[in-house]
């Protein structure tokens, strides 16, 4: 199968237009959000797969930029074990792409009887968790029929980011521009992604890291090349891979790692030399190493496959340039591999967890 014949690479390609008119279209939902939470004492969330990757980016976001604690949700704690969870002034998150994720609905349920603030972000604005959750943040993304979820998480990433730049007050901040970027960035990242993709296709396993903001892309790229390619990637935050995965690094491991220019708002300094050091080290264990980065000059005297994409104002940015890398690698090395990105085996697209 040609990668370009696949509904993964047709669903992936419409993400930027579907950017461009989510702000607009979610605008009332937000601004309501925001003036009933305005007291809340931190947020919960509550997603799996896919969508809790999204929920990384927007933990990060929302304690990095307005200072309020996220929890990220265990739902087995309710529906495995029968705990019940104090939510009372709580901001609630259910997040599932198709609205029907048991466990999810679970949590949110908790919340709307605890008196939270509780929304949910799904693609279905028929769904059953968007008619419980009290709110509902709409990916407005059209049906995607491919099982790796491509345009909905960027959606679900552009939603998060929504939220937390109407909580800090703004009208949009960077949030306007990524529909334009995503956009222009195409071109490169498909040209960029065509050797690594080649790369990979006799790969059998592999890490990826990176932190904070991008630490999200690190956690979806890698399930990305689980369930299209089977390739066996296991992500990892790189602070936490430093205390013991890092010794299963050994000549010739292929690692890929994550590196934006810039940081969420300041600190562009302290945040590259940490993506440099930890580049550092991978090189000096040997590792084949891949660096996804819109700053190439930083790495450039390593001995490392630089993959060169566009990259945006900030890390908040830039980390959707990133999520298209993630899904054209995966889409071109699953074809490569003789495989369908559209229906891996013994998966389906809406999956239940309770």
Known sequence: MQYKETLMWKELNEAPAV???LAQKNADVLAKIVQDAKDIAGVYTAARGTSDHAMIYLKYLFES???IPVASGAPSVATVYGGKLNLKNYLVIGCSQSGKAADVMEIVKEGNECGAVTVAITNDETSPLAKLAKYHLCCFAGEEKSV???KTFSSQLYLSLLLVTAFAGKKDGCASKI????EKAVPAIDAATDPMAKDFVDADECFVLSRGVSSALAFECGLKLQETCYIRARAYHSSDFYHGPMAMVAEGTKVILFASKH???GG???HRADCRKCAEKMCELGADLYIVTDDAEAYEDLIAHIVEIPGGECEAQTVFCFALTAQML???TSCGKGLSPDSPRALKKV???K
């Open 19 to 21: 950017l461009k008119t």
């Open 330 to 332: 995966a889409c071109k």
């Open 351 to 353: 999956t239940v967890t």
């Open 268 to 270: 562009d300094e302290v």
């Open 179 to 182: 529909g334009d970027l995503l």
């Open 263 to 265: 940081s969420l708002h």
């Open 65 to 67: 930029i307005l200072g």
């Open 148 to 150: 790796a979820a491509t």
